[in-house]
């Protein structure tokens, strides 16, 4: 069915149903950043692929928005369509502004109650009131024009080996109602997918490169419920929690809810609102918390994960300079396949970023059949790609250059490199949060008269999402201080719409460092061992601090990695990562 189509199918239903306008979120009924392909209504309606924006559709309009990271991907998938594209963060209003603007007194919107979290929808909805215009959450609409949608997934759930995981499900579910207890409440109920696989120390593969399964998950001081069906598991009988089926959940929770509780309404969506109370505490999922934290067995295994990674992309390096990759998809198989031969590899964590000068400058572009473009001549290569390991994970970008690079190309090359450098040898005091941080790896670039607008680090999960919550490191105030243990990315970049783009990818871990009569101080230890592209450093522009840092960063690689790369592999490791020197 084309674009056309699906929205004149869709008009018709928003007529029977009273409704002005459908608000759709592309998200699924626990509020992932990816999801599976039975939730991708987003990308069902406008043909938009991205794993981030907004659609608003009425009788005459049709209108999608997207962030940076998506203006140049977006426009190319809705060309051609009635679709029209909204950048956010612009002079373009917002989703809410442009409804206020547009929609009359007495108009009613509607949004599927099991697709919008309970805290989206209480603002939207006050913001719309003051306009005496009514937000509805409506049972499903769009399964009645979408024939062949897909089920939800059912994956076979496996249980990880306690010396990848360190800590038993036993022992977390301990932890959280020492939590619970603290808060003074008596059951916490969980949506957040990432969440839930922690807890439980069990993984699946519902949505493409994250290890998770959909479920529910009630907790209280004397009982835990999974809600996912028990046909997933080999066997079911030794786990710590009752197991009931996923559609059971809203059937249980009338019974199993007594006395105050526990939710976050940023992740539990509106269909659950009403098993709620005013006398409940609302917060962030205590277990975001005790995720983020990596225990002693997590951590080992994030180091292992980089070692055998940077063994591979080395192998891949290597074998690059001596093949003749053709274009982009063939770049980033070639690195899977030296992935591939890791011990405890199981899979990418997330769709490689493979894109060739011009395509640089898409943040998440992805190349497919029709796009895949062929390196032919000079250019930068954006290399963005992880591995899933069984014990960790991992995320890198590398900047690769071929052929010769402009002047333009190495100073940007630079100015980015000096940055990532910048962040990653910092000491902070403990509080610090990632905003207070984040300037370190865009000073240089603005001191130049550039930026760029995605966030300079995420956290990452161990053997989970590669991107995992709360801590983050962007300009944006998130009130979460850095913790030792926490695995978060390093990735500042340049894009230059039509001619480059240049990313550089580290992830870092927060130790502690030092303590003195000011309080305690942290800093970063480096997980990623990857050289970096020599090449497109202008030394030049690099301080004695900073060649010293990128000297010592590559020793460590080199005397890491020469005892695991190939043989035929040593020559490129020691010239990659040999001293800089000033011409």
């Excluded at 939730?39 to 005459?60: K, L, N, P, Y």
């Excluded at 030296?338 to 490689?352: D, I, M, Q, V």
């Excluded at 305690?520 to 997980?527: A, G, K, M, N, T």
Aim: aromatic share 10%; glycine share 6%; charged share 30%.
């Amino acid at each position: 069915m084309s674009i056309g189509k699906k929205l004149e199918a869709l008009r018709k239903k928003l007529s029977e149903n009273n409704l002005k306008a459908y608000y759709i979120t592309g998200s699924d009924a626990h509020q992932s950043e990816y999801v599976a392909p039975h939730w991708r209504t987003r990308e069902f309606i406008s043909g938009f692929t991205g794993s981030a924006g907004t659609v608003v559709v009425t009788q005459d309009k049709a209108l999608l928005w997207v962030d940076s990271r998506y203006f140049i991907q977006a426009a190319s998938e809705i060309k051609n369509t009635e679709f029209e594209m909204m950048k956010m963060e612009s002079e373009d209003p917002s989703a809410i502004e442009w409804m206020l603007s547009n929609l009359e007194k007495g108009d009613r919107v509607g949004v599927e109650e099991s697709e919008i979290s309970i805290s989206s929808f209480d603002k939207i909805s006050k913001v719309l009131k003051g306009k005496e215009i009514s937000f509805v959450p409506t049972k499903d609409i769009l399964s009645s024009i979408w024939n062949d949608r897909p089920n939800i997934p059912q994956t076979r759930i496996t249980e990880m080996r306690k010396e990848y995981c360190g800590i038993s499900s036993s022992e977390k579910l301990d932890l959280l109602r020492r939590e619970l207890k603290r808060k003074g409440v008596s059951w916490f109920f969980l949506s957040s997918l990432d969440d839930i696989a922690w807890l439980t120390n069990l993984r699946a593969d519902d949505i493409p490169y994250n290890p998770v399964f959909y479920a529910f998950m009630f907790i209280s001081l004397d009982k835990a419920v999974l809600f996912t069906s028990k046909s997933r598991f080999e066997r079911f009988d030794s786990y710590p929690f009752e197991i009931e089926d996923y559609s059971n959940v809203y059937d249980s929770l009338s019974s199993l809810i007594h006395g105050k509780g526990y939710y976050d309404p940023s992740k539990v969506v509106m269909s659950f609102k009403s098993f709620f109370s005013d006398n409940d505490v609302k917060g962030r999922d205590i277990t975001t918390d005790l995720k983020a934290v990596k225990n002693d067995v997590e951590r080992e295994g994030m180091r292992r994960s980089h070692v055998e990674d940077g063994a591979a992309y080395v192998n891949f390096l290597a074998h690059l300079e001596r093949s003749k990759v053709t274009d982009e998809i063939s770049v980033s198989d070639a690195l899977a396949k030296e992935r591939k031969r890791r011990n405890g590899y199981l899979g990418p964590s997330f769709s490689p970023i493979s894109g060739f000068s011009e395509h640089g400058a898409m943040c998440h572009y992805s190349a497919n059949a029709e796009s895949n473009k062929k390196i032919v001549g000079d250019g930068l290569l954006v290399l963005d790609t992880g591995s899933q390991f069984e014990y960790g994970m991992t995320d890198v970008t590398r900047t690769l250059l071929f052929g010769k690079a402009t002047a333009e190309e190495k100073k940007d090359y630079t100015l980015v490199l000096k940055g990532h450098l910048a962040l990653c040898r910092q000491r902070f005091i403990k509080g610090t949060c990632g905003v207070h941080l984040d300037v370190l790896a865009k000073q240089f670039l603005w001191q130049n008269g550039e930026s760029y607008f995605h966030g300079t680090g995420h956290g990452v999960g161990c053997h989970l999402n590669v991107h995992e919550g709360p801590m983050k490191i962007s300009s944006h105030l998130i009130d979460v201080p850095l913790l030792p243990g926490m695995v978060i990315s390093d990735e500042p970049g340049v894009y230059k719409e039509g001619r480059h783009g240049i990313r550089i990818e580290n992830l870092i871990m927060v130790k502690e460092d030092i303590s003195t009569e000011f309080g305690d101080f942290y800093s970063f230890e480096v997980l990623t061992l990857v050289p970096y592209e020599k090449a497109l450093i202008d030394d030049t522009l690099l301080s004695d601090e900073e060649i010293k840092q990128i000297n010592d960063y590559h020793k460590r690689v080199y005397e890491s990695l020469r005892d695991r790369v190939d043989e035929s592999s040593l020559d490129y490791l020691k010239k990659a990562t040999s001293p800089i020197k000033r011409n």
